[in-house]
């Protein structure tokens, strides 16, 4: 168990809302409704506490409240109850942070409801997701049940490696919430969102409003699609890590921590 984490997480308890048949859940640093908050969208493995560490940093600047996706396998189904039930919660304007999965998402969101949306960072993301579906067939996964597909993810988190503090702190992390907290159905579904989304098209906020940030050791997004958002979006700011692999938020914290304080550095 992540000790650290299960601290940060009794010290922000998580709400759960239901919306358009789902239940999401949010955790907030800050309930003062007159603070604009900045939102966090988490990739398909793991929930919205993979971020634990950044938020435990950023609170002391800026509201924070991340998220995690109910198990619903459609993007499109995704972006529409998200944008509900920060509505619902009171989070009418908000500033956007997401990662893979969350970064699609974040980019559906500001191309739907541009006029809520203040800034957004994409990290470790795609605007195609062409390069996964031609490695995992969607109907395959779909035909795998949801106990078996954990049990693969289990597995593969277990033979990680542990040689450094974050690299141990990564694989802590990622076993205390998958399987757990993140359930087998909403692991898979995540996916499957993933493997249905369509191509993007652009996001067109001043280029000061947005930023993309990626590691060059990802090995999830290739290098082809991690160029082609940094192509799409060249006049950004844009964040390129060295090291963090796909969880940078995890495995290059400091990096990934003041890449956010910069661009989210006031409300």
Known sequence: MNSNLADF???????QWVTLGSTWTLRDTDQDATRVP???????????????RAIDTLRERRRVVSVSYPAVDDVNHLASGLLVVLAKAGIDHFDLFGSSLGGYLAQ????????????????????????????IPRNALMAKPADEHLAVTLTQLRALPEDTAAKSDFKRTMLHLVGTD?????????????????????????ASKLAVLDAEDDPVVDEPTRQAMRDRYAASAQYRLTTGGHYPALLNPDAFQAALLEHFRSE
């Open 9 to 15: 997480q009794g010290r922000f308890p998580a709400t």
């Open 182 to 206: 993140q359930t087998a159905e909403m692991a898979k579904a995540s996916l499957l969102a993933v493997l249905g989304a369509s191509p993007l098209p652009e996001v067109e906020f001043p």
């Open 38 to 52: 900045l939102v966090m969208l988490p990739g398909a493995g793991g929930t919205g506490d993979t971020f634990y």
């Open 108 to 135: 559906l969101c500001a191309l739907r409801e541009p006029s809520r949306v203040r800034r957004v960072m994409f990290a470790n993301t795609f605007l195609d997701a062409t390069w996964l579906q031609r490695k």
